[in-house]
């Protein structure tokens, strides 16, 4: 399935949006994918080593949608 996510700085001020196709079924599980690729800091459409971002994450089956903030505390 696909997740559809958007990056904000710390700001709160847009800076991009990404998308990739997930084999996960649950929002838990996809929350803890998006946070394992932002550690290893290997997010879609981003260069890697990218630097810290606040992101929206948005699956295509869910009508609610995650947000994590302050990832690198």
Same mark, same amino acid.
């Given at each position: 399935?696909?997740?559809?996510?958007?990056?904000?700085?710390a700001?709160?001020?847009?800076?991009s949006?990404g998308?990739y196709n997930?084999?996960?079924?649950?929002?838990?599980? %996809?929350?803890q994918?998006?946070?394992?690729?932002?550690?290893?800091r290997?997010l879609?459409?981003?260069?890697?080593n990218h630097?810290?971002?606040?992101i929206? %994450?948005?699956?295509?089956f869910?009508?609610?949608?995650?947000?994590l %903030?302050?990832?690198k505390?």
């Amino acid at each position: 399935m696909k997740v559809n996510l958007t990056y904000f700085k710390a700001s709160g001020k847009y800076y991009s949006s990404g998308s990739y196709n997930s084999d996960k079924e649950h929002m838990i599980d %996809i929350v803890q994918e998006v946070k394992l690729m932002h550690d290893i800091r290997q997010l879609p459409d981003l260069c890697i080593n990218h630097s810290d971002y606040n992101i929206h %994450i948005l699956p295509e089956f869910s009508g609610y949608p995650h947000l994590l %903030i302050n990832l690198k505390e």
